[in-house]
């Protein structure tokens, strides 16, 4: 547990974001199927991108003769249960992909439908449609038309789509129902056409041509995390005075997080791009009193955005948050169960998130252990509140290691203090 303060409400600092693991393990899988050679280095550091090399290279190295099945263990990382899931299903071997006891119960079924549709050979080891997934890859797996539920998670798109240029045939996926995470498609779409594939995406149907990828340079496609940048914005909010430079950000990013300088231009801050990369500062123009959002294109902004709302007495509506309910947890009632915790008036309406006017008092004189549910968005989203108050405890400091390893370390440079409790 980690008691967290400042010792100072102005910030100034610079800093240097993690890279996008969402781009890097695209790129990763992109760079695996069109037979790249081994990469010797982490790419970055986060847990989640780390997994996603060290399970590459296990896959690269079993034997695909072996009768033997070869487990293949995401632990937390649902971008790689559901990458990894595809890959297996065109890879020679016999595989079984599993993760931790919270992974087995966030659903594949409408990927591994998708795969079966393609005449992929895969099963349930426990629960229909829930991993463990056990796998006979083919390498000779035909392409064609699939439909595919486009309402759970786009991931099962992506993952489908980058499989695309090495399909007999290529692929065409007829999308059903309302498109959620729809930024996510297009960055998947726009990083397989930088490693040279023919993709096409018009309304509910992307089709891809069956005309592999060519070599690529990581370093000119991988990106700093916008989404790692929402927690710095809330700093920014939070803070008396602020002046937050984060290095690399562009405002041609392929990431559908980079709203974020339209999000809080509404909650008093300004965002200037230039060589480095932005420049958070406040704009002096007061905060709306009243904020509604419908966070379908950017989900994982949706926690930073509505602890900052609450923080600061802004009264809301926020929608398009389906898809919080089959994360790391079910981050809607993470949410809630926290924010009450904290005096903030909060009501959830099916998948929507309800923020009432700011309590006459929010402080108290004892630490408030806000719990994480092994979530690393809920540890960072809830740190910048020690610049409002002073009670602020995070049960699982080390969850951040998922995507932005050195997040405190970042804060303690800002000036935020902690300590560890027993």
Not at 221 to 239: G, N, R
């Amino acid at each position: 547990m980690r008691h967290l303060s400042t010792h100072t409400t102005s910030i100034s600092c610079t800093v240097d974001l993690p890279l996008s693991k969402s781009i890097v393990n695209r790129l990763l899988l992109i760079h695996h199927i069109s037979g790249g050679e081994k990469i010797a280095t982490l790419i970055s550091d986060s847990s989640d991108t780390v997994a996603m090399q060290e399970l590459l290279h296990k896959i690269s190295n079993t034997d695909p003769a072996s009768d033997h099945f070869t487990e293949i263990n995401v632990g937390n990382a649902g971008t790689v249960m559901r990458f990894l899931t595809a890959l297996l299903a065109i890879t020679p071997g016999n595989w079984i992909i599993t993760g931790i006891e919270r992974m087995q119960q966030r659903p594949v079924k409408p990927l591994t439908d998708a795969l079966l549709q393609l005449g992929a050979d895969l099963s349930f080891a426990r629960h229909e449609g829930y991993p463990p997934v056990i796998i006979r890859g083919n390498n000779s797996l035909q392409g064609g038309v699939v439909k595919l539920n486009a309402g759970i998670s786009s991931q099962f798109i992506s993952a489908l789509m980058m499989l695309g240029p090495v399909l007999n045939g290529g692929i065409e996926i007829q999308l059903e129902g309302d498109i959620i995470s729809a930024s996510y498609i297009r960055m998947t779409g726009a990083l397989m056409e930088k490693a040279g594939a023919d993709v096409t995406m018009k309304g509910n149907r992307i089709t891809i041509s069956p005309t592999g990828y060519h070599k690529f340079e990581f370093s000119q496609l991988a990106e700093p995390d916008w989404s790692a940048a929402a927690f710095w914005y809330e700093v920014a909010a939070f803070a008396a005075w602020a002046r937050i430079v984060l290095k690399g950000l562009r405002n041609d990013s392929v990431q559908g997080d980079s709203v974020l300088p339209a999000i809080y231009g509404n909650l008093g801050i300004n965002t200037a791009f230039n060589t480095e990369g932005v420049i958070l500062t406040h704009s002096g123009q007061p905060p709306l009193q009243e904020f509604n959002y419908d966070f379908t294109e950017c989900p994982d902004l949706a926690q930073a955005v509505i602890v900052t709302c609450a923080a600061k007495g802004i009264k809301g509506r926020f929608s398009g948050l389906k898809t919080l309910r089959v994360k790391e947890t079910d981050r809607i009632e993470a949410l809630k169960n926290e924010l009450t915790k904290l005096g903030h008036p909060v009501q959830v309406i099916d998948d929507q998130i309800i923020l009432g006017s700011r309590p006459d008092k929010i402080n108290t004189s004892d630490p408030v252990l806000v719990h994480c549910y092994d979530d690393h968005r809920m540890a960072m989203a809830f740190a910048p509140l020690a610049l409002l108050r002073n009670d602020i405890v995070i049960d699982e400091p080390h969850v951040v290691r998922k995507s932005y390893p050195g997040f405190w370390l970042d804060l303690a440079t800002a000036g935020f203090v902690y300590k560890e409790m027993e």
